[in-house]
């Protein structure tokens, strides 16, 4: 398959702390990748660095055979990639539907007006927010404010979508809305790499895991695999007899 993302040697210090240390893997189109780890194994800073937010020390990112590490977060989201954050971020002061207008204006080709309105009411139809367009974005639940940032993300018409532990906090019901909405979302051909905590998503949608400890990849392959690696046990537990 067409590799869509292609990471080589990725690098990223802070001061004497390498977060990020010659990180090597690819994304093939429409492919779900996981992007695995304990917590502080640098898999929030790899997303930073291959959607803009930060700036990497040495290393290659190209989308679709383009070169974009350093670029700025706007030109990469409308290269077409697109992302929620571990940290939601929405503009509260907006209602959902202005929020979702937002990312409409990011798209290619861009959509104002009453094109937009109705783009932005079908996206929050399609995360479970439907109804609730005129509603402050800050008057919402966390849970729900998460599903908002993802019809952001969503209205840029995404190639590639990255998201940060999206289904974290989901109770069970959600959750499997959660998996069926992604599963929806790369039948629709959108490729998708996901840092996440939640083992049975992990299983239900990932092609291939990608597993990063203390910065650096230490397995990769398919989920039963890559749960099963002793290294990544060890990383996860911690220990020689985890």
């Known amino acids: 398959m067409t590799r869509l993302l292609e990471i ?4 990223r210090r802070f001061g004497g702390l390498v977060a990020v240390d010659g990180l090597s893997f690819g994304v093939a189109q429409g492919e779900i990748v996981g992007l695995l780890g304990p917590n502080g194994s640098g898999k929030t800073t790899a997303l930073n660095l291959v959607s803009g937010a930060l700036k990497p020390d040495a290393g290659t990112i190209m989308l679709d ?4 590490a350093g670029l700025r977060p706007d030109r990469i989201a409308r290269l077409g990639l697109a992302r929620t954050f571990q940290l939601v971020r929405v503009l509260g002061s907006m209602t959902c539907a202005e929020n979702v207008v937002a990312g409409l204006a990011f798209r290619r080709p861009v959509l104002w007006g009453e ?7 079908a996206l929050l139809d399609r995360v479970g927010l439907g109804g609730r ?6 008057a919402l639940t966390y849970i729900d404010q998460k599903r908002l940032e993802l019809a952001r993300g969503l209205a840029l018409s995404p190639r590639i979508l990255l998201l940060d532990e999206w289904l974290a906090g ?3 019901s959600e959750l499997q809305e959660g998996i069926a909405l992604i599963r929806s979302l790369r039948a629709e051909g959108t490729t998708i790499v ?4 939640v083992m049975d998503a992990i299983r239900s949608l990932c092609d291939r895991c990608v597993v990063m400890n ?3 990849l230490i397995a990769e392959g398919p989920p039963a695999a890559v749960l099963a690696d002793p290294a990544v046990i060890s990383a996860y537990l911690g220990g020689d007899d985890a």
């Not at 055979?65 to 974009?68: H, L, S, T």
């Not at 367009?133 to 800050?138: I, L």
């Open 8 to 11: 080589s040697g990725l690098t």
């Open 65 to 68: 055979g383009r070169p974009i």
């Open 115 to 121: 094109a937009a309105a109705r783009r932005a009411g």
């Open 133 to 138: 367009g005129a509603m402050p974005a800050d």
């Open 170 to 172: 989901l109770n069970p």
């Open 194 to 197: 996901m840092v996440e905590h």
């Open 214 to 216: 203390a910065g650096a």
